[in-house]
């Protein structure tokens, strides 16, 4: 018989707004957890870093910290404790296994990251082996990953936005709308289901895998389509990272355009901050300004389409009813968002620069733990079948296409802001 909460149920996305708000707090007044050592060059770093006595011990603190807000977490909602304290261990155990497969050199000069081994491993483990019910049951994907995207709004600070320039947040503000608008389009002319179609949208237009994340956070959306736009984002990326600067140098372009257009089209930082350091100094700059600017449109875009998402199943679920009421609005809205937009905030007007300096890369830390942790457990739930299907290939064809409209529009938009 599993051990149920019964005295607490509260909604998931306050709970992931408490805890999210809860690790700051304690990241800043208590207790910094240290970051695990997981880069590794050759067997001999593996041994001596990766597996030394110390590094096991900040990673067993470490599996208690995240243990114990799991904990918690599952007790505020009200689910299985008892199935939960049997299944994180193997869910924590698999996600740090992919932790240190992308901590490898050459795995980081690929831009690989950690997300898609723990999708693969996830997937692996999910396929080819019978998982009981109750595990399965206690995954908490979409928990992990709430809990993630507030620590994001740690990291969008508004004086790093004004540092961006005019240029860079014009050129994101104009890509961002053409490409998602574009993206919907042929995602509806496809007849991708509108659910698969935001996240497309979001993922292409914005910056990849964290707008996919924070969209399919904001419509609830199903976490097989969320693995497949994930597959699909960092897939594309990698010849996008390597091909794009090498037409850029063929063709002669600027430094400053190219950097402007690997900004503007690269889903991925990481892969934007290899591919500029390919062409020089100018472009990872400016590639690194575009990026952040998209980047920081993020929160604006979840609360966007969260509202539209409220307005379209109203509108579905009640045709009578034209418009939903905010009351409607406020039900259906995702909670965590405001989480988002709230470390946000603190981060850029409350808290002084020491401060936010001396605790970025812990909190970064636990950040991708958290999307590390909800990406294997995605790959645990979800079948191959289901995730490279017949009827795959229409989202497929439409990610490639508003992927390509993506890197010409962004092109002729950098010729005609950063050409000199």
């Known amino acids: 018989m599993s051990l149920k909460t019964k005295q607490f149920n509260i909604h998931e996305d306050w709970t992931v707004v408490i805890l999210g708000f809860l690790i700051i707090a304690i990241s800043i007044f208590i207790y910094l957890p240290l970051v695990p050592v997981f880069k590794w060059s050759n067997s001999t770093d593996l041994q001596n870093d990766v597996f030394s006595i110390e590094n096991i011990k900040v990673l067993f603190l470490q ?24 299944g994180f261990p193997f869910v924590y155990g698999l996600t740090v296994l992919a932790l240190i497969i992308a901590g490898n050199t050459t795995i980081k000069g690929l831009n690989l990251e950690a997300v898609i081994f723990s999708l693969i491993i996830g997937l692996s483990v999910g396929n080819f082996f019978k998982l009981p019910e109750w ?71 914005i910056c990849g895998v964290s ?45 400053a355009v190219t950097g402007a257009w690997l900004g503007g089209s690269i889903d991925t930082s990481g892969a934007v901050v290899a591919s500029g ?23 604006i875009a979840a609360f966007a389409i969260s509202v539209y998402w409220t307005y379209a199943q109203n509108k579905s679920a009640d045709v009578v009813a034209s418009k939903p009421t905010l009351g409607v609005i406020w039900e259906r809205f995702p909670k965590f968002v405001i989480g988002f937009i709230g470390a946000s905030l603190i981060f850029s007007f409350l808290i002084s620069t020491e ?66």
């Open 63 to 86: 599996f208690i910290y995240f243990l114990g807000f799991g904990i918690t977490g599952v007790f505020l909602v009200g689910k299985s404790i008892k199935n939960f304290l049997k």
């Open 277 to 299: 350091s390919l062409v020089g100094e100018t472009a990872l700059k400016i590639s690194t300004i575009v990026k952040f600017s998209q980047n920081v449109l993020l929160g």
């Open 211 to 255: 707008a996919a994340i924070a969209t399919a956070g904001a419509i609830k959306g199903d976490s097989k389509k969320l693995s497949y736009v994930i597959s699909m984002v960092l897939v594309t990326a990698i010849p996008m990272m390597i091909f794009m600067p090498i037409i850029a140098k063929y063709f002669g372009f600027q430094e």
């Open 355 to 420: 401060v936010r300096d001396g605790v970025k890369e812990s909190l970064k830390n636990l950040q991708g733990i958290w999307f590390a942790l909800a990406f294997t457990s995605i790959g645990l739930e979800t079948n191959f079948k289901d995730l490279f299907s017949n009827n795959s290939k229409k989202p497929l064809y439409a990610f490639l296409t508003a992927q390509l409209f993506n890197v010409i529009i962004t092109l002729i938009i950098a010729f005609l802001l950063f050409s000199k």
């Open 135 to 205: 595990f399965r049951a206690s995954l908490s994907a979409e928990f992990f990953v709430k809990i993630g995207l507030v620590l994001l709004g740690t990291s969008v600070i508004f004086s790093d936005i004004l540092k961006a320039g005019s240029l860079g947040l014009i050129q994101a503000l104009v890509v961002v709308l053409s490409v998602w608008y574009f993206a919907f389009w042929v995602c509806k002319k496809l007849k991708v289901d509108e659910e698969l179609a935001l996240m497309i949208s979001s993922a292409v237009s």
